[in-house]
C-alpha cells in the first residue's frame, strides 16, 4: 500500500464522492445496477452506472477507477464486456490507519 497515492487519489473530489457512493451502493446507485450477494462480486457497480451518477464521460470515470484501484481503495471484476467496482475495505482501513499512525 502506497499512502501517498491513496491520498492523491482522493484529492479529486469526484473521485472522492465515487468512494462515498461505493459505501452504500444500492442507496445511490440503486438495487438493478448492484451486484447483489448471490455474486462473487457483491457491492460491485459498473461503470456505466458511475458514470452516469457522475455526470461525466465513461472514459474518464474509467481513467479515475483505475487510479484508484491502483492505488488500493477499489478492487474490480470484469464480467462480459462490463467492469465492476466495488470498494477495497483493507486498502481503506490501512489508509486509516497509516494517517492516524502519523497524527
Not at 446507485?29 to 465513461?58: N, R, T, W, Y
Request: net charge neutral.
Amino acid at each position: 500500500m502506497d499512502t501517498l497515492s491513496m491520498i492523491k487519489a482522493l484529492s479529486n473530489e469526484t473521485r472522492f464522492r465515487i468512494l462515498e457512493w461505493l459505501k452504500e451502493p444500492e442507496k445511490h446507485f440503486g438495487s438493478s445496477s448492484v451486484m447483489h450477494s448471490d455474486c462473487d462480486f457483491a457491492g460491485g457497480v459498473c461503470v456505466g452506472s458511475i458514470a452516469e451518477k457522475s455526470g461525466l464521460a465513461q472514459s474518464v470515470i474509467s481513467g479515475y477507477l483505475v487510479k484508484m484501484q491502483r492505488s488500493g481503495l477499489l478492487e474490480s471484476k470484469r464480467h462480459c464486456q462490463w467492469t465492476y467496482y466495488r470498494r477495497d475495505e483493507k486498502g481503506i482501513e490501512a489508509l486509516k490507519e497509516a494517517i492516524l499512525k502519523e497524527l
